[in-house]
């Protein structure tokens, strides 16, 4: 989910799978590095990362949510939780 390329944050969104296949989901949003992802109920959450400015001390942890049934749905914004994340482990 997300990350640098280059020096550049990334909007790629990518299933790897332990047979070593992989599918391409829509594109964040936003660009996004070092944020963290987790799947409940056929959604897949991403929370908080580092923003195109380098920082990640913000008032608010950004999520975004994606509905693996209709992904060409798109990315929604999500709840946002109440403090800075980055690095962190997302349990579903």
């Known amino acids: 989910v997300g990350g640098k390329i280059d020096g550049q944050l990334s909007r790629s969104v990518r299933v790897l799978r332990a047979d070593g296949t992989s599918t391409d989901l829509p594109s964040l949003p936003v660009g996004l590095a070092r944020a963290s992802a987790a799947l409940l109920d056929g959604t ?9 400015d380098g920082s990640s001390a913000t008032d608010v942890t950004p999520v975004w949510t994606l509905r693996l049934a209709n992904p060409s749905a798109g990315w929604q914004p999500g709840e946002p939780l109440a403090a800075p994340s980055r690095l962190d482990a997302a349990i579903a």
């Open 44 to 52: 897949l959450f991403v929370l908080g990362g580092e923003t195109a």
